[in-house]
């Protein structure tokens, strides 16, 4: 096995018995109440259309109960999504739960948790036609929830300091700065780690390093989410294109990314979730 790192500690005896114990599923998500009306959605109403522009973000809003989807347009293009509660920007999507709880990759049936101490359904995957597209051989899967955002200061640390503006980081950054009026710099602080729509990665089997490969992801398809909450999003149409070679540059061809947000059948009758029953005495 390939190592990145040199070995500084010899194994012990039992090593091949210590890596043969069977591993048990962290967080098994069986208690927690099944997704309901899932499917492609169809418009009962009006439905509000917003375009990301290649290498920049664009935001929406959606009240409990809508659903907002996401159409690969003119070419295969990976999207960086936020979310958070309208009325609360201090409550937004928790990737790592989410991916604690689901998987490193998300699809039709799966919940977008917010932060702590919220920790509650945000939105609910209702619909992702690439979901045939499973696991491939190389561990690669569609919709990242590992790959936190492309984002201006790790390019600066990897690449001699280099300046480049238009990472998903930045693109939100100016998207929810515009959207609420808040300074540059307190709008940063809100930009959190995103759902990676379309997005195809994984972790290399011998060193365990986090990969991407070129998106399956044509244009018509679609990635569809209820708001379980009303909800302010950000989506940036990521600079790496389809992330088939690299990001953080000009160099990938660049599409648009289609935001749709409408009302459905369940709509009127949608129920909020429930509060998280923690209780918050953390032990005082
Ligand atoms: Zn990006």
Known sequence: MPNRRPKLSPPPPDADTRRAIAPVVCYPPETLPEPRNLGPATPTGPVTTTLAAPRDAAT????????????SVDGPQVGDLNLWNAHDLTERFYSGKTRALHGTHVTTGDTLWSTLPHLRPMATVTYDS??????????GAVHDVIGTRCDPYTNALLNSGDQYHYCCHSNLTRALADETGLPLHD??????DVLNVFMCTGFTRDTGQYFM???????????????EIDLLGALSACPGGDCGAEHSSDTTPCYP????????????????????????????
């Open 60 to 71: 929406f809003r959606a009240r409990a109960g809508q659903t907002i989807r996401i159409t």
């Open 130 to 139: 690439l979901d045939w597209y499973g696991i491939d051989s190389y561990g």
């Open 187 to 192: 709008a940063e602080l809100l930009v959190h």
């Open 213 to 227: 490969k070129a998106s399956p992801v044509r244009p018509g398809d679609t990635f569809e989410f209820r708001a």
């Open 257 to 284: 990314l289609k935001i749709e947000v409408f009302d459905t059948a369940h709509t009127a009758t949608h129920q909020p979730p429930n509060p998280n029953p923690y209780d918050r005495n953390h032990g005082r």
